[in-house]
């Protein structure tokens, strides 16, 4: 997810896709520790975006 797109979210949105994205998180590291998964670097990817989404949603909420 863009940046752009972080920004045009409300609040309860991006609460909401954080929670989505928590939990493929989960998912993901999960399964790479029982077989490593093909793409390793979509773990990354995640782990950045829900902070920014995390950093979005701090700066919304002030």
Same mark, same amino acid.
């Given at each position: 997810m863009k940046q752009a797109d972080i920004k045009n979210l409300s609040a309860? !949105? =991006?609460q $909401? &896709? *954080?929670a989505e *994205? #928590? $939990?493929q998180y989960s998912k993901l590291k999960l399964a790479h520790k029982i077989s490593? =998964?093909?793409n390793p670097i979509q773990i990354? !990817? *995640?782990r950045r975006t =829900? $902070?920014?989404l995390? #950093?979005?949603l701090t700066? &919304?909420?002030q």
């Open positions: 309860g !949105d =991006i $909401a &896709k *954080l *994205l #928590t $939990a490593p =998964i093909e990354r !990817d *995640l =829900i $902070a920014r995390n #950093t979005e700066t &919304k909420q």
